[in-house]
C-alpha cells in the first residue's frame, strides 16, 4: 500500500544512519498524519472537559468525544453504543473484567480456561482471580505447528468454567484463534468469553456479534491511534449487572455523605475525566482504516505475510515459531537463527536502521512451552512493503554470515 505509505512521517526517520525500517507494529503502530493532526486540532480548537460543561467548548469536545464511541461501535459491529467503555488499553479492560464480573461469579472450585499462547495481560489478571477467590487457572494446550488445541479445549472447558479468556491472534506465533467455536464450547457450559483483540482489531474487519464474545478487549496505540486510549465492548445484558470498577467523578449520578448511585451505561464505567484526545484520535484511526477497507488491509498483509514467511524459511538456520503455512499465519512472525541470540539478531538490525522485537514478547508460559528463552518477532502493517522484506532478509544473511564467519562487517 504504497500510497498510504507516505501518510507516515516517521518513516522518513533514519536510525543509524539507515533508513528507517519499522517491522514492530505488533508493539505499537506508526501514526499517519491524520491522527496526528485529529489530536492537534482538538488541542488547539476543541480542548475542554466533556459531560460537565454548558457552554459551547465543552458541548463541542462531548460531542467528538461521544462520536468516537459511535464510530467504535460500527467499526467492531456492536449492537449499543452503550457497549462500549473506553479504557487506558487492553491490559486495563482486561484487569476490569477480572475484578469487576470475576469476582462476582468466579468462586472457589471454579475455573477459568485461558490458553499457553496468551499475552502475561491475559494471564496475571485471571492468576489473581483464581488466587484470591480460590478458583482453578487451566491452559488450553497448543498443537506441534503452534495452533490452538481444539480437542484440549474441548476437555478444558467444563461445567465449572465461569470464563473462557483467549487472544483472538497470537502477538508470538501469528496465528487467528477460532473464537466463535470457543465461544459455543463456552456458553454451552454456562460460561462466558473474553477475546483480547489486541493483534487482530488492527488488522482485519471485527464483529463482536458474530463472534458472539461476551467481552472484546483492545488497544487504540496498535492501530495507529494514541497511547493510553483504548476499548472494552461487553454484551448490555452483561455489563448493565456489573458493578462500576472504579468510582469518583463522572460516573455518578447522585452523592450524599453516605451513599451514591451511578450513571447508567457506559458512563458508569468511565470514572475521571476521560481521555478525551485519545478517543478523538482513535475514531481518526478507524477513519483512516475505514477509508483503506479492512478487508483490504487483511489481504495485502497476508500477502505481505506469505511473502516474508516464505523468504525467511529459504534462510538456512532460520526456526520459525507458529504455522508454517503461510495461509494460517498473518504478518506477526516469530523466529531465531540457529547459534545466535535473539538479542544479537535485534541489535545487529537495529545497527542497520531495522526495528524488530527481541524476547519473550510479554508471553513467558509460552516461550516455556516453545522451549526458548526469546525470539526474534517481526510484525507487519499496511506501511510495509515486499522491498521491506527484502532488505530484512538480506541484512539477516549479513548478520548470519558475520556470526558464522567473522566478517569485519555488516555491509
Not at 466463535?180 to 487482530?200: F, M, R
Amino acid at each position: 500500500m504504497n500510497s498510504e505509505r507516505n501518510d507516515f512521517p516517521i518513516l522518513q526517520e533514519t536510525m543509524n544512519g539507515q533508513p528507517l525500517l519499522y517491522l514492530d507494529s505488533a508493539a505499537t503502530a506508526q501514526k499517519p498524519r491524520q491522527v496526528i493532526q485529529a489530536l492537534t486540532t482538538y488541542y488547539m480548537h476543541d480542548n475542554a472537559n466533556v459531560h460537565r460543561g454548558i457552554y459551547d467548548l465543552s458541548q463541542r469536545a462531548t460531542q467528538q468525544y461521544e462520536a468516537a464511541r459511535d464510530k467504535v461501535q460500527q467499526f467492531i459491529h456492536a449492537q449499543h453504543r452503550e457497549e462500549i467503555i473506553f479504557t487506558r488499553g487492553t491490559t486495563e479492560a482486561i484487569n476490569w473484567v477480572a475484578s469487576t464480573y470475576g469476582v462476582a461469579h468466579v468462586g472457589a472450585g471454579d475455573e477459568i480456561v485461558i490458553s499457553e499462547m496468551e499475552h502475561h495481560s491475559n494471564i496475571v489478571p485471571w492468576q489473581q482471580l483464581a488466587q484470591r477467590v480460590g478458583a482453578q487457572l487451566k491452559y488450553i494446550a497448543l498443537t506441534d505447528d503452534g495452533c490452538l488445541d481444539m480437542a484440549d479445549a474441548q476437555r478444558k472447558i467444563t461445567a465449572r468454567t465461569k470464563i473462557v479468556a483467549v487472544t483472538h491472534m497470537s502477538n508470538v506465533l501469528g496465528v487467528v484463534n477460532p473464537i466463535k467455536t470457543l465461544a459455543a464450547l463456552a456458553h454451552a457450559k454456562g460460561a462466558v468469553i473474553l477475546a483480547d483483540g489486541a493483534q487482530s482489531t488492527p488488522h482485519m474487519a471485527i464483529d463482536v456479534q458474530a463472534l458472539m464474545v461476551d467481552f472484546f478487549a483492545f488497544s487504540g496505540h496498535k492501530m495507529m491511534g494514541p497511547m493510553g486510549i483504548g476499548v472494552l465492548y461487553g454484551k448490555k445484558a452483561v455489563l448493565d449487572a456489573m458493578p462500576p470498577a472504579q468510582f469518583g467523578g463522572e460516573m455518578i449520578a447522585t452523592v450524599t455523605q453516605q451513599s451514591a448511585t451511578f450513571q447508567p451505561l457506559p458512563w458508569r464505567f468511565e470514572a475521571g475525566t476521560p481521555n478525551v484526545a485519545g478517543a478523538i484520535g482513535l475514531g481518526a484511526a478507524i477513519d483512516y482504516l475505514t477509508h483503506v477497507g479492512m478487508a483490504q488491509v487483511a489481504e495485502y498483509e497476508q500477502g505481505l505475510a506469505s511473502y516474508a514467511l516464505a523468504q525467511l524459511q529459504a534462510i538456512p538456520g532460520v526456526i520459525i515459531y507458529g504455522p508454517q503455512d503461510s495461509q494460517r499465519h498473518v504478518g506477526v512472525i516469530s523466529f531465531n537463527l540457529a547459534g545466535i541470540h535473539a538479542h544479537d539478531v535485534a541489535t545487529a538490525l537495529d545497527q542497520e536502521g531495522i526495528a524488530v522485537r527481541a524476547g519473550h514478547h510479554c508471553a513467558q508460559p509460552l516461550m516455556a512451552a516453545l522451549q526458548v528463552a526469546a525470539t526474534v518477532r517481526v510484525s507487519l502493517y499496511l506501511y510495509n512493503t515486499r522491498a521491506d522484506i527484502d532488505r530484512l532478509v538480506k541484512t539477516l544473511k549479513d548478520i548470519k554470515d558475520y556470526f558464522e564467519h567473522g566478517l569485519t562487517a555488516i555491509r
